[in-house]
């Protein structure tokens, strides 16, 4: 099962990201082969909170997956690209964080209570940016790169939604940007296709209960 999707899923909808990180780099676009409609019950957020959550919680199993996500925190400890994590400065910018490009009429839609935990306390500490109805952006950022992880409750057709995912990248130095282009093929045929199938695992098993 693949769950790559296409740019186009993303870049035809007006998500806040979009203008908010114009200076960052779409580098993939992924979607869960769910569709929703109003019956259903279900929305983003608890999407998120069955699913997402409880993937991430459970990232250093014993998949092969799981042992390379070991392997990077070791290699970013020995290499020391994680410490000083989510207080590096924007690359090119002044901010530290994309919360304080935010307006005032972000703020009036965003809730924070809602925010989906996606912290690993190390890292992948992810941090939220903003929590609305029909999407949620977090960010995490090292000494190589700025990262964001988008989740968007997407109109797919005929009264249905799926929830799709963005990451945008900006990164630091020319190093980083080939790092990523040479783990692209893991990540497109290994790294993500486990995380997504852990995400339904978790999914169908709380359904099912």
Not at 7 to 27: I, P, Q
Not at 38 to 50: C, I, N, P
Not at 82 to 97: A, H, Q, T, V, Y
């Amino acid at each position: 099962m693949r769950f790559v999707a296409p740019t186009s899923t993303h870049t035809a909808f007006n998500w806040r990201v979009r203008t908010l990180a114009s200076d960052f780099r779409l580098e993939d676009t992924w979607e869960f082969p769910y569709e929703f409609g109003a019956e259903d019950g279900v929305d983003l957020h608890v999407f998120q909170k069955r699913a997402i959550e409880p993937m991430m919680k459970g990232i250093y199993d014993c998949s092969v997956t799981g042992l390379l996500f070991m392997v990077r925190k070791v290699f970013g400890a020995l290499f020391r690209i994680d410490g000083n994590l989510n207080n590096f400065p924007i690359p090119g910018c002044r901010e530290k964080s994309l919360r304080e490009r935010l307006q005032e009429s972000d703020l009036e839609k965003d809730t924070p209570e809602r925010a989906m935990d996606i912290s690993t306390q190390d890292y992948m500490s992810f941090l939220p940016v903003y929590t609305f109805a029909d999407e949620t952006l977090h960010e995490l950022s090292n000494s190589t790169e700025h990262a964001l992880m988008h989740y968007a409750w997407s109109p797919s057709g005929e009264g249905k939604w799926k929830v799709r995912m963005a990451v945008y990248v900006k990164h630091r130095t020319f190093y980083s940007a080939f790092y990523m282009s040479c783990i692209r093929p893991f990540r497109h045929f290994l790294v993500y296709p486990h995380i997504f199938r852990m995400c339904m695992k978790h999914w169908e098993a709380r359904n099912a209960s």
